[in-house]
């Protein structure tokens, strides 16, 4: 597929969203924010079973494919996920096909109903999962420490790592023309995000609430300051290093 057919399926994709009913948005990111976070939950059930720890290269690969698993839910299922859309939504606004406002409208909505669902299931395995015993609190709140233990400088130019990967993934699926190879480059982009410990804002909302809910080492400012920071770099990563450069050199001649 050339440049010019990738950028103009982003155009059309980001358009239909953007056009999209508030409910079936409302309704589409909730279902992200649930299904996102098997990938975090199945990282402490190997965190769990795992006779190593973060530092150890064997289990840091596992927990990075692990990591994988909630993104390949959500992006094969073609629901709403925030990170994304600071791509795809952004390219009718650059092609003036769409205004700031309907951009607005769409973030918004997609990054609430991806943090409410991300909420609810933590909720959900919290309440569920002492008794079925896969996971212990200790490797939640590793996973949350990984995140949330390093200092705000940190936690946004990783973010901004982290969103610029996720705008290439975006770009990727849109031109991969198989189901295998998008599985593939959907794999490699996420658990690159998971082996070097980036904030993604919905993912992490799951990680780092577990942490919140099961240890005392993780507070609530914690999160918060995480989330804030995390959706801000995410934002800018996704627009700045893809959509406006990816759109500019594609209109100038790029194919």
Not at 87 to 112: C, H, K
Not at 200 to 227: C, K, Q, R, W
């Amino acid at each position: 597929m050339r440049a010019t057919d990738v950028l103009n399926s982003l155009i059309e994709g980001g358009l239909h969203e953007i056009k999209r009913e508030t409910n079936g948005l409302l309704l589409s990111g909730f279902s992200a924010g649930l299904d996102i976070g098997f990938g975090p939950l199945l990282m402490a059930v190997m965190l769990t079973l795992s006779q190593g720890s973060y530092g150890d290269l064997g289990t840091e690969l596992l927990l990075a494919s692990t990591y994988s698993v909630g993104f390949i839910f959500v992006i094969l299922g073609r629901l709403e996920l925030f990170t994304e859309h600071t791509t795809i939504a952004v390219m009718p606004v650059l092609d003036r096909q769409a205004s700031l406002g309907e951009l607005a409208r769409l973030w918004g909505l997609v990054y609430a109903s991806n943090i409410v669902g991300g909420a609810t299931f933590t909720a959900l395995v919290v309440t569920l999962m002492p008794d079925l015993g896969a996971a212990s609190p200790e490797a939640f709140e590793a996973i949350a420490l990984s995140l949330v233990d390093h200092d705000l400088t940190w936690l946004f130019i990783a973010g901004v790592l982290a969103g610029w990967l996720m705008g290439l993934l975006a770009w990727l699926v849109t031109a991969a023309q198989e189901t295998t190879s998008r599985l593939l480059i959907i794999w490699i982009v996420t658990a690159a995000i998971g082996l070097l410990h980036l904030p993604h804002s919905i993912a992490g909302n799951v990680e780092v609430l577990f942490g919140v809910f099961l240890s005392p080492a993780v507070s609530v400012m914690d999160y918060l300051t995480f989330l804030a920071l995390a959706t801000m770099g995410n934002a800018i990563g996704g627009v700045v290093f893809v959509a406006l450069l990816k759109y500019g050199h594609v209109v100038r001649g790029g194919d």
